[in-house]
């Protein structure tokens, strides 16, 4: 007979438990799953029950780990990503020729969705499927087999490799190479208006107009003036439509360049940041043959590069 001491805990409270550990909010963590407060709270006091010591501080409106959630955390995090990894596994036939990845929409829309037809013909029995979003994938909830990611390429508990670099550069229609107006040098940004990137896909290193503008000793300009965007690909849009000179990444910019809806007016515009963009999927996840194929095609298309002159 076993030890009613090595009875398991109760699985719907430890999920509780570790969305709440991870947020520090009982209300977080009830819009995660899609309960209430209440039922976080109920899960909670479960749990504690099983334990025999309480696992949460409640101060006021926000929660802190004790010592004993603190450190069975980590031990919960890793039995539910098992667990995940091991649901994964048993619906591997299902899953068979499919391959679904998570990345930022503009990232999406201007670099990984044009090319996807080329992925298609080279391998007409699987399909790939593309989830756009903003925030970080959290791989034991969602049904990526991985992600594409704007960063440094560190994440906790995942595997990242490097896919490619990103640059910033001035881009704008061809129209306004013509004209009265025309952009030959830095200097005649004066006469047009300036597209601003505040997506928050923009890192540290990323040049603003003021600072590009101040890197190449351009005087008479304002970079503080023109609209600002809360999306890459809004920013590119604009641009291409004749609004203005967008300081734009390169790899979202490529496709509107090579095929001539855009122009970089400047040979020496372009400006190396540190962030780039990775492949990231969980440590110790199984990865299919189509998962695999599917990557082994996004590196190589990302070797390929694009041609970003005027």
Same mark, same amino acid.
């Given at each position: $007979?076993? &030890? !009613?001491?090595?009875?398991? %805990?109760?699985?719907?409270?430890?999920?509780?438990?570790?969305?709440?550990?991870?947020?520090?909010?009982?209300?977080?963590?009830?819009?995660?799953?899609?309960?209430?407060? /209440?039922?976080?709270?109920?899960?909670?006091?479960?749990?504690?029950?099983?334990?025999?010591?309480?696992?949460?501080?409640?101060?006021?409106?926000? #929660? *802190?780990?004790?010592?004993?959630?603190?450190?069975?955390?980590?031990?919960? @995090?890793?039995?539910?990503?098992?667990?995940?990894?091991?649901?994964?596994?048993?619906?591997?036939?299902?899953?068979?020729?499919?391959? $679904?990845?998570?990345?930022? !929409?503009?990232?999406?829309? =201007?670099?990984?969705?044009? =090319?996807?037809?080329?992925?298609?013909?080279?391998? %007409?029995?699987?399909?790939?499927?593309?989830?756009?979003?903003?925030?970080?994938?959290?791989?034991? $909830?969602?049904?990526?087999?991985?992600?594409?990611?704007?960063?440094? /390429?560190?994440?906790?508990?995942?595997?990242?490799?490097?896919?490619?670099?990103?640059?910033?550069? !001035? #881009?704008?229609? %061809?129209?306004?190479?013509?004209?009265?107006?025309?952009?030959?040098?830095?200097? &005649?940004? @004066?006469?047009?208006?300036?597209?601003?990137?505040?997506?928050?896909?923009?890192? %540290?290193?990323? !040049?603003?107009?003021?600072?590009?503008?101040?890197? @190449?000793?351009?005087? /008479?300009?304002?970079?503080?003036?023109?609209?600002?965007?809360?999306?890459?690909?809004? #920013?590119?849009?604009?641009?291409?439509?004749?609004? +203005?000179?967008?300081?734009?990444?390169?790899?979202?910019?490529?496709?509107? *360049?090579?095929?001539? @809806?855009?122009?970089?007016?400047?040979?020496?515009?372009?400006?190396?940041?540190?962030? +780039?963009?990775?492949?990231?999927?969980? =440590? /110790?996840?199984?990865?299919?043959?189509?998962?695999? &194929?599917? $990557?082994?095609? #996004?590196?190589?298309?990302?070797? =390929?590069?694009?041609?970003?002159?005027?």
């Amino acid at each position: $007979m076993s &030890d !009613p001491n090595d009875r398991l %805990p109760p699985l719907n409270a430890l999920r509780a438990f570790e969305a709440a550990a991870r947020r520090l909010s009982f209300t977080q963590a009830a819009d995660e799953l899609n309960v209430t407060p /209440g039922a976080i709270s109920q899960q909670i006091r479960q749990l504690e029950d099983y334990a025999g010591t309480p696992l949460f501080k409640r101060t006021g409106r926000s #929660v *802190l780990l004790t010592d004993a959630a603190q450190a069975s955390l980590p031990l919960v @995090r890793e039995a539910f990503e098992r667990i995940s990894e091991a649901g994964r596994i048993m619906q591997a036939p299902a899953r068979k020729g499919r391959v $679904m990845v998570s990345c930022a !929409p503009s990232f999406a829309a =201007k670099w990984l969705a044009p =090319k996807l037809d080329g992925f298609h013909r080279e391998h %007409p029995d699987t399909e790939a499927w593309i989830s756009a979003d903003m925030g970080l994938t959290d791989f034991t $909830m969602a049904d990526a087999d991985f992600a594409i990611r704007y960063g440094r /390429g560190v994440y906790d508990g995942l595997k990242s490799e490097k896919l490619l670099d990103e640059t910033v550069l !001035p #881009v704008c229609s %061809p129209a306004l190479l013509e004209g009265p107006d025309a952009i030959r040098r830095p200097e &005649d940004l @004066r006469h047009h208006t300036l597209l601003h990137d505040e997506s928050s896909e923009n890192d %540290p290193s990323c !040049p603003d107009w003021a600072s590009w503008l101040r890197a @190449r000793r351009v005087e /008479g300009v304002d970079g503080t003036r023109g609209p600002r965007f809360n999306q890459a690909i809004l #920013v590119i849009e604009s641009a291409a439509a004749g609004r +203005g000179v967008a300081l734009a990444k390169q790899a979202i910019a490529a496709a509107d *360049l090579a095929s001539g @809806r855009l122009v970089a007016p400047f040979a020496d515009g372009s400006t190396l940041i540190d962030f +780039g963009y990775w492949l990231v999927w969980p =440590k /110790g996840r199984h990865l299919s043959p189509d998962v695999r &194929d599917f $990557m082994k095609w #996004v590196k190589t298309e990302a070797t =390929k590069g694009e041609i970003v002159g005027v």
